[in-house]
């Protein structure tokens, strides 16, 4: 077995544990132990991708032969854009990690855990694309989703529950990642979201109610809310492109006139000619500025195609085609 092989077995590992003392119930150390072990896992992986691309000699000072680089090092030279939103996302890892060995209160994990979300979903692509190792082998594809115990940050509490020092850093951390998740994408952070909305279609819905005029609570029905930069964030490019990762990394092969292709344009748009998914406000926004209306997608209208696909992937194409020339 070469370094580079071993590293990627010592970084999978070191997911592994990071992932399970983070969604252990158990461990009120959880935030910290994850931070150690998911940047472990970040720097064995990089180093055996330098490795691989650049050489043993890559991973080691030039003035101190016999000290590997740090993390922050592999990053800057794998990562060369600083406005890279993963790049970023990292950075601010390593700055969780390296505050942990100091002081860290339970109320970071409100703050950091849609960058943590974010780091994990990163280092599964990168292990697909710089080692081609598929890490929901190594661990349930539904145990990569971290477990979310936590409620809204708030300032007056931290105030009074912290000295002033430790409240004003926490406070200050907050207010700096806010905007930058705004501002930048998945890569950086994934946003925890919960969107509740009414429909007259059983099939549609998750929980059944009714309306008790005799009830003594009441409550506020809000019959649309939605910011479709955030619900509806992907172009049909965008959603191409994410399709063909899942389709590649489950192994399925795609015909179309019985041959093997990558979902294209033309076969995503025999998807939304046939399902009518411009006109499904659940997987389509459609944005009405011009004479020519553009389309952005949702993340459930990239799941609904993909699920399609994955139920006859042989044929489905060919059959839409069909279809579709018969309406």
């Known amino acids: 077995m070469t370094t580079s092989e071993r590293l990627v077995d010592k970084a999978k590992e070191a997911f592994v544990m990071a992932i399970e003392i983070y969604n252990k119930p158990s461990i009120n150390y959880r935030l910290e132990g994850f931070s150690f072990f998911i940047c472990n896992a970040w720097e064995l992986m990089l180093k055996a991708h330098m490795i691989s691309k650049y050489g043993a000699s890559s991973i080691y000072y030039s003035d101190k032969p016999n000290r590997t680089i740090t993390l922050e090092n592999c990053v800057q030279k794998i990562f060369t854009n600083e406005k890279a939103p993963l790049r970023k996302n990292l950075e601010k890892v390593i700055e969780l990690r390296n505050t942990s060995t100091h002081f860290i209160t339970e109320e970071y994990e409100a703050v950091y855990i849609p960058l943590l979300q974010a780091c994990v979903f990163n280092f599964v692509d990168k292990m697909m694309e710089f080692h081609e190792v598929d890490m929901t082998r190594v661990i349930p594809e539904n145990f990569i989703t971290l477990s979310v115990r936590l409620k809204s940050l ?157 139920k006859s992937p042989s044929t489905i194409l060919d059959d839409l085609k069909e279809k579709i020339s018969k309406k």
């Open 154 to 310: 708030n300032e007056t509490e931290i105030r009074g529950k912290y000295e002033e020092q430790v409240a004003e850093k926490l406070v200050s951390v907050q207010h700096t990642l806010e905007p930058m998740v705004a501002e930048n994408n998945s890569a950086f952070a994934i946003k925890v979201e919960h969107y509740h909305y009414m429909t007259k279609d059983r099939s549609q819905a998750t929980e059944i109610y009714h309306i008790d005029k005799e009830a003594e609570e009441g409550v506020r029905i809000i019959k649309e809310l939605k910011n479709p930069n955030d619900t509806h964030k992907y172009s049909a490019k965008a959603c191409i492109k994410e399709i063909n990762k899942r389709i590649q990394k489950d192994n399925i092969k795609l015909l179309f006139n019985e041959k093997e292709v990558q979902l294209n344009m033309y076969h995503f748009n025999l998807f939304t000619s046939y399902f009518a998914i411009k006109e499904n406000e659940r997987l389509c926004f459609t944005y009405q500025i011009s004479t020519q209306p553009q389309y952005s997608y949702s993340q459930q209208a990239i799941d609904f195609i993909f699920d399609e696909i994955k």
